[in-house]
């Protein structure tokens, strides 16, 4: 056995192949990044920066457009996942902590301050899951409801960002 990964994955009892050959798996568990046993949701948040970079190049009607996409697969993904692995929110389902992050960073231009901090505040409200975060992710099942906690988690990030920005370019 692993100490990095788990011998199988969800009620079902997949194995990390069973994952990795399955196309919406593997992109549910953010490229395998959801495979790590511990801090899943950290390295799916992380899984995210070169999907940001990415569209970084892509201006803002692009950046917003493929943003929605990731939202919107997600949410089929995310159901697909939790069906064949028999558990709603298994934490190796991570494609709703891409959404998050990209949602955090579209508020603010590129920086290395504002990325890391941006990254903090998101990992912090999508743990912490303060009102009305944890209320959704309690009540809302299925894809819809893996991805609407981390968007909203997203969005509470990037205010907090927004608000940092101005008083963060001081220094």
């Given at each position: 056995?692993?100490?990095?990964f788990r011998?199988?994955?969800g009620k079902a009892?997949?194995s990390?192949?069973?994952?990795l050959?399955?196309?919406?798996?593997?992109l549910?568990?953010g490229?395998?990044a959801?495979l790590?046993?511990h801090?899943?949701?950290t390295?799916?948040?992380?899984?995210?920066?070169p999907?940001?970079?990415?569209?970084l190049?892509?201006?803002?009607w692009?950046?917003?457009?493929a943003?929605?996409?990731?939202i919107?697969?997600g949410?089929?993904?995310?159901?697909?996942a939790?069906?064949?692995?028999?558990v709603h929110d298994?934490?190796?389902?991570?494609?709703?902590?891409?959404?998050?992050l990209l949602?955090?960073?579209a508020?603010v231009?590129f920086?290395?301050?504002n990325?890391?901090?941006g990254?903090?505040?998101?990992?912090?409200f999508?743990i912490?899951?303060?009102?009305?975060?944890?209320?959704?992710?309690?009540?809302i099942?299925?894809?819809?409801?893996i991805?609407?906690?981390?968007?909203v988690?997203?969005?509470f990030?990037?205010?907090?960002?927004?608000l940092c920005a101005p008083?963060?370019?001081?220094?």
């Amino acid at each position: 056995m692993s100490i990095f990964f788990r011998a199988s994955y969800g009620k079902a009892g997949l194995s990390a192949g069973d994952i990795l050959r399955d196309v919406r798996l593997w992109l549910a568990f953010g490229f395998g990044a959801g495979l790590i046993k511990h801090a899943p949701g950290t390295f799916g948040t992380l899984a995210a920066l070169p999907v940001y970079a990415a569209l970084l190049q892509t201006g803002f009607w692009g950046y917003w457009l493929a943003t929605a996409v990731v939202i919107a697969v997600g949410i089929h993904l995310c159901d697909y996942a939790a069906a064949r692995l028999q558990v709603h929110d298994f934490g190796g389902i991570v494609w709703d902590e891409i959404a998050g992050l990209l949602l955090t960073m579209a508020w603010v231009p590129f920086s290395w301050r504002n990325l890391a901090l941006g990254f903090a505040l998101f990992r912090f409200f999508d743990i912490v899951k303060p009102w009305p975060i944890g209320w959704l992710d309690r009540r809302i099942h299925g894809g819809l409801g893996i991805m609407l906690d981390d968007v909203v988690a997203g969005l509470f990030a990037a205010l907090v960002l927004v608000l940092c920005a101005p008083w963060m370019s001081q220094y």
